[in-house]
């Protein structure tokens, strides 16, 4: 697997793997309450569902449900994104235990968002040389 300096796979799919797994470990420590289980299964649903809409990004059929597939990505980022800082707030775990996951979470999203711009950038320089 290649790794750069922050020790992070380059491979996105390894990467949105490895963000699920850690949602999945967050759920099954999240308090038994009823927030605590209301709150995981929101985010365990948003946060494995990353992966799997990148996953079928990489096997589109064209540059347009490429853009589509990982724009569902980046909303379920966002959503995930939004369960954890209720987490958060809510007091069901403190901040520096949530920093990482939440860091991953904003990182993917600008990878993604990044890869969206581009791909749509290069169909619009296509299409304009045609």
Same mark, same amino acid.
Do not use: C
């Given at each position: ?16 793997? %490895? ?19 209301? %709150?995981? $299964? ?31 990505? %980046? ?19 403190? $901040? ?15 990878? %993604? ?18």
């Amino acid at each position: 697997m290649n790794q750069n300096e922050t020790n992070k796979p380059f491979d996105l799919k390894e990467r949105t793997k %490895l963000f699920a797994l850690r949602i999945i470990r967050l759920y099954t420590s999240l308090p038994k309450s009823g927030a605590g289980q209301v %709150l995981g $299964h929101q985010l365990l649903r948003s946060g494995t569902s990353v992966g799997a809409q990148y996953r079928e990004g990489t096997r589109a059929r064209s540059s347009a449900e490429f853009v589509s597939k990982l724009q569902s990505a %980046l909303q379920e980022l966002e959503e995930s994104r939004y369960w954890l800082e209720l987490i958060v707030d809510s007091g069901l775990f403190a $901040h520096t235990r949530m920093a990482e996951l939440i860091q991953e979470a904003d990182e993917l999203t600008a990878i %993604l968002t990044t890869t969206v711009k581009r791909k749509k950038e290069n169909r619009a320089r296509s299409s304009s040389d045609s």
